[in-house]
């Protein structure tokens, strides 16, 4: 059973860059997640991590989501420096971890669509795969809301296609959280991520941003290959998600270099 969150507990100042931190802006940053029976995830997470689960209509879940957006103005959060554009979609299942009871989430990797790749891969051995990533998007200022949504990654290790709507009437709905606020904290603050390296070492990353200012959207369409291929979540289970949530743009802090744990 989750017990209530409140954003007055998560929210705290930024802490202060340094080195080699970087910050950049998310572009039509959406988070779409499924809600899964907790042993599709077998063999996926160490045993330091647990499901953060939910129960819904009696059963019991685990939540994985799928983050696309375009990085803009990714750059140093200290020094001046280029500015990178770049597609990019994040695979995250949420989860606990019992060292420290801080709610997280296991990262299973990202495509990116850049020729800068090859640093957080051969640096630091992070699971990030090369995509060749392109929206086309449209968002109404006026009335706050996305006319149309399209993402397409084609790719040998996750490719994806998408399609999102937004009607002005929609309500976020979060079944198995004791109230929305509790439910938004879970899926859009988690600031602390884990996964395995590359190398098959733990690797940790910790990122910063303020509260998210999502709005609720609607699947038009969706394939994930990636969730096809681990057997996570089918091509049909893909067409109706727990949740899809949107934001036109935010602002993230990326604290690095990540983190080995022995």
Known sequence: MQAPQLFRDFLHPRPQPAGIDVICSLQHFSIITYAITPN?????????????????????????????????????????????????????????????????????????????????????????????????CEYNHQQARYLKYRMETRAEWAPARLELTQDVDDVISLPGFPDLESGMVYLTHPLTGFYYRRDGKLGSYRVWHQRLNVKPGRLGYACFGLLTRLGLVTEAEQQTPYSVLMEPLNEFTVYLPPRTID
């Open 40 to 136: 599709r995830f077998e063999g996926l997470i160490p045993e330091r991590f647990k499901l953060d689960t939910v129960v819904i209509d009696g059963q019991e879940k685990g939540l994985l989501s799928v983050v696309p957006f375009v990085d803009i103005d990714f750059t140093s959060a200290v020094y001046p420096f280029p500015k990178f554009t770049m597609g990019q979609t994040n695979y995250r299942i949420y989860v606990i971890d019992t060292l420290t009871g801080e709610k997280c989430v296991w990262f299973l990797g990202t495509t990116l669509d850049s020729w800068a790749l090859f640093v957080p891969r051969l640096l630091w051995h992070l699971p990030w795969y090369s995509g060749d990533v392109s929206f086309d």
